[in-house]
Antibody, heavy 116, light 107 residues
Framework: EVQLVESGGGLVQPGGSLRLSCVVS????????MTWVRQAPGRGLEWVSG????????YYADSVKGRFTISRDNSKDMLYLQMNSLRAEDTALYYC?????????WGQGTLVTVSS | EIVLTQSPATLSLSPGERATLSCRAS??????LAWYQQKPGQAPRLLIY???NRATGIPARFSGSGSGTDFTLTISSLEPEDFAVYYC?????????FGQGTRLETK
């Protein structure tokens, strides 16, 4: 059974930092690109960042470029999102998703709230 | 950035009816378009990829078509569990983008 489980969300003040993690099982992690997608409360889906299977190639949405860093540890089947300089508009449920192109499997998300 | 525009924003239908959802891209995405279903409190579920290929386990009542800039998701006969929000997504170019969603509600 494929599982993706996110963690690391929480309440943080504007300008603060958080590191999200996603542990996966049930598929060959090191053969798959991975993606972070977020969803603000009551809003649609917004792609945040993607990383290739090897970790050598990364992409970011303009809205997070320079503030967020995606990474992975293929020895631990772990995906990460380091989020710095957080803003109120980063408040959202953050999903990790399998796939570099289409996203067959998703976690249940971890909620990030940026507020003073 | 490629903008995906979905229509209608809300579609009100009854079980057993046919649903037709549209997604239009601001420039060609070839056939690199997918459809997702999202129910309240749940993660999105992949329905269709590469415009017309059903994902694993997706019922045959779901079908996708189109290429270039105009795409359609059709649900041939609505079941009660199909009422949800549907998103299209393109991966022809970075950044990956999603449409704003179509809410399919019970009439």
């Amino acid at each position: 059974e494929v599982q993706l489980v996110e963690s690391g969300g929480g309440l943080v003040q504007p300008g603060g930092s958080l590191r999200l993690s996603c542990v996966v099982s049930g598929f060959t992690f090191n053969a798959n690109g991975m993606t972070w997608v977020r969803q603000a409360p009551g809003r649609g889906l917004e792609w945040v960042s993607g990383i290739s299977a090897s970790g050598t190639t990364t992409y970011y949405a303009d809205s997070v470029k320079g503030r967020f860093t995606i990474s992975r540890d293929n020895s631990k089947d772990m995906l990460y999102l380091q989020m710095n300089s957080l803003r109120a508009e980063d408040t959202a449920l953050y999903y990790c998703a399998q796939g570099w192109q289409w996203h067959d499997y998703w976690g249940q998300g971890t909620l990030v709230t940026v507020s003073s | 950035e490629i903008v995906l525009t979905q229509s209608p924003a809300t579609l009100s239908l009854s079980p057993g009816e046919r649903a037709t959802l549209s997604c239009r891209a601001s420039q060609s995405v070839s056939s690199y378009l997918a459809w997702y279903q999202q129910k309240p409190g749940q993660a999105p579920r992949l329905l269709i990829y590469e415009s017309s290929n059903r994902a694993t386990g997706i019922p045959a009542r779901f079908s996708g078509s189109g290429s270039g800039t105009d795409f359609t998701l059709t649900i041939s006969s609505l079941e009660p569990e199909d009422f949800a929000v549907y998103y299209c997504q393109q991966r022809n170019n970075w950044p990956e983008t999603f449409g704003q969603g179509t809410r399919l509600e019970t009439k």
